[in-house]
C-alpha cells in the first residue's frame, strides 16, 4: 500500500507535561520534540505545587499528596504554553489546558498561542453550556483576526 494512503498513515503523537517542570526542562522537552519528529505537546497536566491555595498547611497537609487541577492551575499552564510557542512554532501542535473555565481563559490561551484547548475541571464546575459560550467567543476572536 502507498505511503500516502490515509489508513497507513501514522496518528499524530503530543506529548504531555506537568506545568511544574523548570523553564530549563521546558528547554529539553522543546530539544525532545524536535529531535523526535513528534507533532506537538499537550500543555499542561495537574499541578503538585500547592503554592495557589490559600488554605492552612494543615488542612493541605491533611488531603495529602495528588494533583492538584482547575483554576490554581491555570497562570502557569499559560505561561507554559506561551513559552513552548516561542520555541515550538507552527506546524508544531500545541493544547492548551489547564484552569480554562471561561471563554476568557480560552481565549487567553489561543493568545498565548494554542491551536486547540481542552477543557476538563471547568466542565464539571460550569457544565456543557462553558462549550458553548467558548465556542462562540473562538468564532468571534476568529472573525476579527
Ligand atoms: C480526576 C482527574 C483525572 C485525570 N486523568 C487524566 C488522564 O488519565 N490522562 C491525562 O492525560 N490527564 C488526566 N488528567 C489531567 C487533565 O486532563 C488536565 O490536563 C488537568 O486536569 C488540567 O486541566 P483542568 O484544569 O481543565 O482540569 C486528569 C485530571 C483529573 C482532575
New binding site residues.
Partial sequence: MHESNASTRRPPILL?IAPDLTNEQLDDVVSVVKESGIQGV?A???TISREALKMPKSELDAIGAG?L???P??AR?NEVLRYLRARLPRPFVLIG?????SAEAAIERLEAGADLV??????IYEGPALLKRINEAFVTWKANK
Fill in positions: 504531555k499537550v499542561t497536566n495537574t494533583g487541577s482547575g483554576a492551575v491555570r499552564s489546558v489547564g484552569g480554562i473555565d481542552q477543557v476538563y475541571t471547568g466542565l
